[in-house]
């Protein structure tokens, strides 16, 4: 009588060990690159309608001043895209990564400025719209699939009122990389062995 329970035990241990094991291998298997370290690679290319693009900063103000950190709320992190109404990020991401994540908020500049609504596309479809937001509000977290994705792209729009303080944060973004998935190279042409001119 004990003895087929103790065998259900058994095997509900087993499987827990196994799923467990599972986890810890994903975790090990999975790399995580933050955007603003290897932009150069994944060809980002952006746009905005005030300042330049901030790479670990908040976005740069024209005509040399130096930026504010990268902030949402009280919170300062090291790294993160620092971007301006009206723009876009894109990601050429080319089926390489699993997910992106990051937090979203705006630049605080005095309370209850700026209105800016972040969406997230991946190949074109919104897998993420945020409500209008102020630097009033909290950060919000983003987490996304990208799998199998060619384009990631981070669209910072205005609310339809202006651009005025429209300063907003992509912080902490990064894409995790599963290294366990298989990933060809696109095509190289050589003329006789050696690159083209």
Known sequence: MTQPRRRRLCIRSLACIVWAACLVGRAAAERVEYISDCRERLAVEHSQSWGDLGINTAVRPAGGRP?????????????????????????RVEGRYERFACDVG?????????????????????????????????????????????????????AGNGIGYDAANWADARLFCDETAPYVEG??????GKPPP
Not at 72 to 91: D, Q, T, W
Not at 130 to 150: I, K, L, Q, T
């Open 187 to 192: 095509p190289t042409l050589l003329f006789d």
């Open 106 to 158: 705006v630049l605080p500049q005095g309370g209850n400025r700026g209105s800016v609504v972040f969406r997230v596309l991946v190949d074109g479809v919104i897998r993420f719209e945020s409500d209008v937001m102020s630097d009033n509000d909290p950060a919000r977290s983003v987490d996304v699939s990208v799998a199998g994705a060619r384009e990631l792209r981070l669209v910072l729009n205005d």
């Open 67 to 91: 930026p504010q950190p990268l902030k949402i709320g009280e919170r300062v992190y090291e790294k993160g895209l620092g971007h301006h109404a009206n723009g876009a990020i894109v990601i």
